[in-house]
């Protein structure tokens, strides 16, 4: 066990209560409410939205004193809890971050779901740390757990049309269903049952 897990593990004792076990998070970035649901910053709720639904879980339920949703998956094959940031992309950490710690989870063992702008659309790439690369939700989850070592799932989104600044492109919604979330939520199934190699060796080759 690292340092950090070490150290994360003494919060459990004053997790809300309530909360269940759990091995992962599966956080979903996104912004809440209508006006956002479609829009291409938003893939994140959407690849999320597509895993409750194939693990058959049950709707997200705020929690307590967090600002946070959460759902067990119950077809993974550790404990993992799906989560959604009740807060806006910007302070997506400031939900998240107290949920990891009272559960004593490690950034490893954190996998984050998200647009990026540097990939085609539709095209799906693993990683664990890096550069937030501008992303505003990454920042966040980067200032408040303390590492950028949690794991990526990023969805490609493409960069904007010439003449389209990136606000306003990330925040405009998806003509059709985004492409990538089905690969995205093969992603997050793989890397919890085989890890981050084995499903960074399968997702890289579609």
């Not at 950090?4 to 956080?27: E, N």
């Not at 200032?143 to 949690?150: A, N, P, Q, V």
Request: hydrophobic share 40%; glycine share 10%; net charge neutral.
């Amino acid at each position: 066990m690292s340092f950090l897990s070490r150290i994360q593990a003494l919060f459990r004792p004053f997790a809300t209560p309530g909360l269940p076990d759990a091995d992962w998070l599966v956080v979903g970035l996104g912004n809440p409410g209508a006006k956002y649901e479609s829009t291409r910053h938003n893939v994140g709720y959407m690849c999320l939205d597509e895993l409750l639904h194939t693990h058959a879980a049950p709707p997200l339920t705020a929690v307590q004193g967090l600002k946070v949703q959460i759902a067990l998956l119950p077809k993974t094959t550790e404990k993992a809890l799906a989560v959604r940031s009740t807060t806006f992309m910007n302070h997506s950490g400031q939900g998240v971050a107290p949920l990891a710690h009272q559960l004593g989870i490690p950034p490893e063992r954190i996998i984050v779901i998200h647009d990026e702008l540097d990939l085609p659309a539709g095209k799906v790439r693993l990683k664990k740390g890096g550069n937030e690369n501008g992303h505003n939700g990454l920042k966040s989850l980067t200032e408040e757990l303390g590492t950028r070592d949690y794991l990526r799932v990023r969805i490609g989104i493409s960069r904007p049309p010439k003449g389209m600044n990136v606000p306003d492109y990330v925040l405009a919604p998806v003509a059709d269903q985004q492409p990538g979330i089905d690969i995205a939520a093969d992603a997050v199934d793989l890397i919890i049952s085989k890890g981050l190699s084995v499903a960074q060796n399968d997702i890289h080759s579609r």
